[in-house]
């Protein structure tokens, strides 16, 4: 097809066979990076208990862990391109886990609670996607769809055994031992595992013998990506489209309850949405080697329609509502995928840490948007059935922005690392 990519044969296969811990480990880091909003909720009625805060003011260092990442991320992809993803990466997990682990020290003080939040969600701006993104796709390239999808399914893995475990964890120890063990545990094991195992290939190259100044990726310079068209396209039609899946998927469980299920209905309904979360994910890391990625997208962006068609029916059947979850549940993992995938192709490696940190805001921002969007939808209306409907077509004109992309440019290589050095 065109715009599609070949490569030679057995040309994944070398890739994976040499450096296949990579994108696993990248996952676990990525996983840690987004634990803090993803367990606000089995958290929510422990503190409410131990503190009389209402739910919104425990709820409120989701907004400050987003707005976190738009004013952060511009300049963490920075540094990734200037000292490589290594190094912020172990440095993400040290600190991410820590800051979460504090969440157990609070002591009734509200401004003392957005001061943690804000604590952790600088924290995490050295363990989200754009730093272990970057050094997946610099060691992949024939399969640098799927490697990206294992790596971007660490918060999909996290929405699926993170609020069991932590409900498991408070009901047996308490909510500040929970989050301590946490916020411990898996930074140990993830931090020792990526100082073996995570790396990208400048990193590869400098302890071979090869100085960071002789290897430079093929791609554009930051400032000339921000010029270009295709990022502004691409940009827009993410935050669109994202802004449809986060809307949507944040008030799923009111959604379900509000046509016909319980909440312990709603809640077996949400795990098939982490569980296909991460099938979409998968999907499309198989399907960019096969097919140009704006087809892609933009069939991952019209999805929902589907939907919002037969959430619009009341039904009271579980199977019907899991049914109605998985086109929205296969976007919203695919589409932060996506995003990082059509960033390198789009963009080459060059200043991939700096581009996609920049392009990746629009996720950030339609995660605070669409709920927010939706949420305001429902009071003016008192029905999800406004929010339904209006994501019908913002879907159709995200899918057409993205088809408005193009083809992949063709960038000229990179100079050889080893003839750098003769």
Same mark, same amino acid.
Request: charged share 10%; proline share 5%; glycine share 10%.
């Given at each position: ?13 070398? +890739?994976? /066979? ?53 004013? *952060? ?20 997990? %040290? ?14 003080? /509200? ?10 969600? %600088?924290?995490?701006?050295? /363990? ?15 399969? &640098? ?19 069991? !475990?932590? =409900? ?35 990193? &590869? ?21 921000? &010029? ?6 691409? =940009? ?27 909440? +312990?209905?709603?809640?077996? !309904?949400?795990? /098939? ?44 059947? !579980? ?10 549940? %296969? ?40 709920? %927010? ?21 913002? *879907? ?21 690392? +080893?003839?750098?050095?003769?």
């Amino acid at each position: 097809m065109a715009g599609a990519q070949v490569w030679p044969e057995g040309a994944a296969k070398a +890739e994976w /066979a040499a450096h296949w811990k990579l994108p696993f480990v990248a996952m676990m880091g990525f996983a840690l990076g987004t634990i803090g909003p993803v367990l606000v909720g089995p958290f929510m009625v422990p503190l409410e208990q131990a503190f009389g805060w209402s739910r919104a003011e425990i709820s409120a260092g989701i907004m400050i862990y987003s707005l976190s990442s738009v004013f *952060c991320q511009w300049y963490v992809g920075r540094l990734i391109d200037r000292w490589g993803p290594r190094r912020i990466g172990l440095a993400g997990i %040290l600190l991410s886990g820590c800051a979460f682990s504090a969440f157990g020290t609070a002591d009734g003080s /509200a401004f003392g609670w957005i001061m943690l939040w804000l604590a952790y969600s %600088l924290a995490t701006q050295f /363990a989200l996607a754009p730093v272990w993104s970057a050094a997946v796709a610099s060691e992949f390239d024939a399969s &640098r769809g799927l490697a990206l999808a294992v790596t971007l399914s660490g918060s999909s893995v996290v929405n699926i055994f993170g609020p069991i !475990v932590a =409900t498991l964890l408070i009901a047996s120890y308490g909510w500040r031992s929970a989050y301590l063990i946490i916020g411990g545990a898996p930074t140990i094991v993830t931090l020792l595992l990526a100082w073996f195992f995570f790396y990208s290939k400048r990193d &590869r190259l400098v302890r071979s013998g090869v100085a960071p100044e002789h290897h430079r990726e093929a791609g554009l310079l930051a400032s000339e990506g921000f &010029r270009s068209p295709v990022f502004y396209k691409l =940009t827009i039609a993410t935050f669109t489209g994202f802004c449809v899946a986060t809307a949507i998927g944040i008030h799923m469980i009111p959604i379900l309850t509000g046509s016909g299920l319980s909440r +312990e209905q709603a809640a077996i !309904v949400m795990g /098939a949405y982490g569980v296909f979360s991460i099938v979409g994910k998968l999907i499309c890391g198989v399907l960019v080697n096969r097919m140009p990625g704006q087809f892609i997208t933009a069939g991952l962006t019209v999805l929902p329609i589907g939907t919002c068609v037969m959430l619009m029916a009341p039904s009271e059947s !579980v199977l019907m509502r899991i049914l109605a979850v998985i086109p929205i549940a %296969l976007t919203s993992g695919g589409q932060v995928k996506m995003l990082a995938y059509m960033t390198s192709r789009h963009f080459g490696l060059r200043a991939f840490g700096s581009i996609y940190g920049v392009s990746s805001l629009a996720i950030s921002l339609s995660a605070g948007v669409g709920p %927010l969007l939706a949420g305001f939808l429902y009071d003016l209306s008192k029905s999800y059935y406004t929010l339904l409907l209006f994501s019908i077509p913002v *879907c159709l004109v995200s899918a057409l922005v993205m088809l408005w992309i193009g083809g992949y440019p063709k960038f000229a290589e990179a100079p050889d690392a +080893e003839l750098a050095t003769a």
